[in-house]
């Protein structure tokens, strides 16, 4: 008996010091001064990331820096999320403590039974989506507006948690991206399959979509098409861009145009090398999970030097998965925003192919731009990548 007792005792402890392996964030962040872009592979306290696990805790821990420094709080699921998939079009409801609200999204089958893949399209698709994958066009203006910075608070998320909720329009899109999720696994009369989906936008709705890859792990693919700063660029590189004399959106310009930030994050803009994260830690969230990130190599405002260095940076934690391939960063010049060209062509359908079309011969290996963007790593990471795998 007291043998069974102590062997309880013995497992119950065990299981609390499992539980326990991931070190808590402070009530306060300590920002701490550093010019270059911060080690994925080192978690706040000053721990080195040497394996799967201690990889878990510090993807919970970027996330939640990301929601408490940048882009507010992202809400769980909402005690009732209901709604229906008839014919082309998908209706959520959600309510949360008394108050509704219903949006919908519509779906552009390819012929025959499925179940599909589906890519989830931000105010519709910019890159032309292969006629056996559905569409699902999603209205995130809906959700949050984005007109500019009178949009703050306004939208069918802030109706549901109150105009004055941290979360910035962004957050606010992956919220309303989750819940149709929700609402698709939940239903069985449609022809999409829920393990196959991808998400897509551009520009504006480019940096959405990588937000959405990063903080929902039902998405498979994640394609953001000429997000630019607040989306696949990093800060310090465009603020390195905006020192060298190029006109290039940044942390103290975004603020002021639209409403894609939380408010926590304007304190933070003009100090960016004191936050202790940056842009690619976006991709070190989507990993391992498919993602190509399509760039434009020609317009200075995207920052194409920031997009490149960042994105090529985040693919270190690929690496570090042993997964490089499940990401690429394609930046091509020479068309206009978000006009895909068709020299990109392969890479999107090798994209598709692998990650929702189950080709697992498609070749993924894709890390290119069309001019030489002079992105120096040795300036900007003094980190390695450990073998987590
Ligand atoms: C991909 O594979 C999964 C699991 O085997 C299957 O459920 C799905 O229908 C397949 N999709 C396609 C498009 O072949
Ligand atoms: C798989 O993808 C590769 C490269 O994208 C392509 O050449 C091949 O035809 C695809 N196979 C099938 C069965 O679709």
Not at 149 to 161: A, E, Q, V
Not at 257 to 283: C, G, I, T
Request: charge should be positive.
């Amino acid at each position: 008996m007291t043998s069974l007792k102590s062997l309880l005792a013995l497992v119950t402890l065990s299981v609390t010091v499992l539980a326990q392996t991931c070190a808590p964030l402070p009530a306060t962040i300590t920002l701490r001064a550093n010019s270059r872009l911060p080690d994925p592979f080192t978690t706040y306290g000053g721990q080195k990331v040497t394996t799967a696990a201690d990889w878990t805790c510090r993807r919970n821990e970027i996330s939640e820096l990301f929601q408490r420094l940048e882009v507010g709080t992202l809400p769980p699921k909402p005690s009732s999320v209901t709604g229906t998939v008839s014919g082309n079009s998908i209706t959520v409801n959600v309510n949360n403590g008394g108050t509704g609200i219903s949006f919908t999204a519509s779906i552009r089958y390819p012929t025959g039974n499925g179940p599909f893949p589906a890519i989830i399209a931000l105010g519709g698709a910019s890159i032309p989506i292969p006629s056996n994958v559905a569409v699902i066009t999603y209205n995130n203006d809906d959700i949050a507006q984005q007109a500019n910075t009178g949009s703050r608070g306004r939208g069918k998320f802030y109706t549901l948690y109150g105009q004055g909720h941290s979360a910035s329009a962004m957050t606010a899109w992956v919220w309303g991206v989750s819940r149709l999720i929700d609402v698709l696994e939940a239903n069985t009369g449609h022809r999409i399959d829920t393990k196959r989906l991808g998400v897509t936008g551009c520009s504006r709705n480019g940096k959405g979509a990588i937000m959405i890859g990063a903080f929902e792990p039902r998405i498979a693919l994640t394609i953001p098409q000429e997000s630019g700063s607040g989306g696949a660029a990093c800060w310090r590189l465009s603020d390195d861009m905006s020192r060298r004399g190029i006109e290039v959106q940044t942390a103290r310009q975004i603020v002021t145009e639209n409403v894609w930030f939380s408010p926590l994050f304007n304190q933070y803009v003009n100090r960016v090398p004191d936050l202790p994260l940056d842009h690619h830690f976006l991709a070190g969230l989507v990993a391992p999970r498919g993602l190509l990130v399509i760039e434009h190599s020609g317009i200075n405002w995207l920052g194409p030097f920031s997009t490149y260095g960042c994105m090529v940076t985040g693919r270190k934690v690929y690496q570090a998965l042993g997964v490089p391939n499940n990401m690429g960063i394609s930046s091509v010049g020479g068309h206009g925003h978000c006009q895909f060209p068709s020299s990109q062509n392969t890479e999107l359908t090798a994209f598709i192919n692998k990650f929702l079309l189950n080709n697992t011969s498609a070749n993924t290996n894709v890390q290119r731009s069309d001019v030489n963007l002079n992105y120096n790593e040795a300036s900007w990471v003094d980190w390695t990548v450990p073998n987590l795998a």
